[in-house]
T-cell receptor, first 109, second 117 residues
């Protein structure tokens, strides 16, 4: 069946270091969304990527969609303690939504 | 605007008991879904609905039932609770159905933390 793999599962960084999480699909995607879940909270929408090779930025966050529309990445520059949480991708195959397994980010002050 | 409301927030059950987790949204969203979240497993789809009267199974449907009699409500029923169903359950809704091109975001409730003893 459809699988959406996300790596790494956990990441610990010193405050100020960069962070990247990757989402990989076994099939071509219609679009991909990214969500952030703070500890004890619920997932909150960050952004959506639709076009092949698309790159979008939100302040220190950069989102990319692969040329083949099978993978995506989220990069955070100069992490802050407010970035703590789990980051999920949500892949849309056109028929169904699939969440990635998530990357839990810990930022050490 | 309440968004997606889930009740209860916490629940403890004994093995074999049944219960219903409630989910309601006031955004007139067609697509609603239930996920369970377990450590290291991410969010796994249990059941979903693309409109009133229409439901379908997700990845992990066994042990759960759903119905969608109205656009607003999408309750999840545990038929006979088992310890393996201890989890955090999230309900989500979206204006968009899975499809091509751009989609609307998924809106999540605050979750129900369920423990089965």
């Amino acid at each position: 069946g459809q699988q959406v793999m996300q790596i790494p599962q956990y990441q610990h960084v010193q405050e100020g270091e960069d962070f990247t999480t990757y989402c990989n699909s076994s099939t071509t995607l219609s679009n991909i969304q990214w969500y952030k879940q703070r500890p004890g909270g619920h997932p909150v929408f960050l952004i959506q990527l639709v076009k092949s090779g698309e790159v979008k930025k939100q302040k220190r966050l950069t989102f990319q969609f692969g040329e083949a529309k099978k993978n995506s990445s989220l990069h955070i520059t100069a992490t802050q303690t407010t970035d703590v949480g789990t980051y999920f991708c949500l892949a849309n195959t056109g028929n169904q939504f699939y969440f990635g397994t998530g990357t839990s980010l810990t930022v050490i002050p | 605007n309440a968004g997606v409301t889930q009740t209860p927030k916490f629940q403890v059950l004994k093995t074999g008991q049944s219960m219903t987790l409630q989910c309601a949204q006031d955004m007139n969203h067609e697509y609603m879904s239930w996920y369970r979240q377990d450590p290291g497993m991410g969010l796994r789809l249990i059941h979903y609905s693309v409109g009133a009267g229409i439901t379908d199974q997700g990845e992990v449907p066994n042990g759960y039932n759903v119905s969608r009699s109205t656009t607003e409500d999408f309750p999840l029923r545990l038929l006979s609770a088992a310890p393996s169903q201890t989890s955090v359950y999230f309900c989500a809704s979206s204006f968009s159905l899975p499809g091509q091109g751009a989609q609307q975001p998924q809106h999540f409730g605050d979750g129900t933390r369920l423990s089965i003893l």
